[in-house]
């Protein structure tokens, strides 16, 4: 089974400051989700990604797929306190799953 | 347009009951799928549905049991409950009906978070 593996587990950073979160999958990745989930509740959808080199940007977000590597990263430019949560990635389980496979997860503080 | 709303938000169990949660998907979806969420396994996939069928299950015992009635709602059941049932059941919809290569974006509830004692 396909196991996802996100690092760091946890980060704190100062308001300003730029991130990175990585996703590195243990299978090949046939599509690669990024949500955000406010504790407790709901997943947010950010992004998408499908073909290696891929690279989307929504606001201060920007998510790229490393296909060979089997990894994505989420970079956060000049955080905002609006951008504390829990970062998930999914992995998309191919044709006819119809179900994605989530790392743990990263907790993300961010400092006034 | 409205979200994907579950219902209830709360509720508390104790072992060897039942429960049952509800979901309401967007408008014109006809894909559902539930998560299990906790603190030690994470997100783990339930089962999905499209039309009334069953397309995915997950590794969960056959206690967990869903159904989509017509009307593309849904509602998974948990039996005999344990105190390892406890967790936030994230209900998620979706428009893609197709067999293609990906399952396509998810649309979550805010989830039921069940308690068991």
């Known amino acids: 089974s396909q196991e996802l593996e996100q690092s760091p587990q946890s980060l704190i950073v100062q308001e300003g400051k730029n991130l990175t979160i990585n996703c590195t999958s243990s299978k090949t990745l046939y599509g690669l989700y990024w949500y955000k989930q406010k504790y407790g509740e709901g997943l947010i959808f950010l992004m998408m990604?499908?073909?290696?080199?891929e690279e989307k940007s929504h606001e201060k977000i920007t998510a790229k797929l490393d296909e060979k590597k089997q990894q994505s990263s989420l970079h956060i430019t000049a955080s905002q306190p609006s951008h504390a949560g829990i970062y998930l990635c999914g992995a998309d389980g191919g044709a006819g799953s119809y179900q994605l496979t989530f790392g743990k997860g990263t907790k993300l503080s961010v400092i006034p | 347009k409205a979200g994907v709303t579950q219902t209830p938000r709360y509720l508390i169990k104790t072992r060897g009951q039942q429960v049952t949660l509800s979901c309401s998907p967007i408008?014109?979806?006809?894909?559902v799928s539930w998560y299990q969420q906790t603190p030690g396994q994470g997100l783990q996939f339930l089962f999905e549905?499209?039309?009334?069928?069953?397309?995915n299950k997950g590794n969960f015992p056959g206690r967990f049991s869903g159904r989509q009635f017509s009307n593309s709602r849904s509602e998974m059941n948990v039996s005999t409950l344990e105190l390892g049932d406890s967790a936030l059941y994230l209900c998620?919809?979706?428009?893609?009906?197709?067999?293609?290569?990906?399952?396509?974006?998810?649309?979550f509830g805010e989830g039921s978070r069940l308690t068991v004692l």
């Open positions: 990604l499908q073909k290696g080199g």
């Open positions: 549905y499209f039309s009334e069928t069953q397309r």
């Open positions: 408008s014109g979806h006809r894909s």
């Open positions: 998620a919809s979706s428009s893609i009906i197709g067999s293609g290569t990906n399952t396509g974006e998810l649309f």
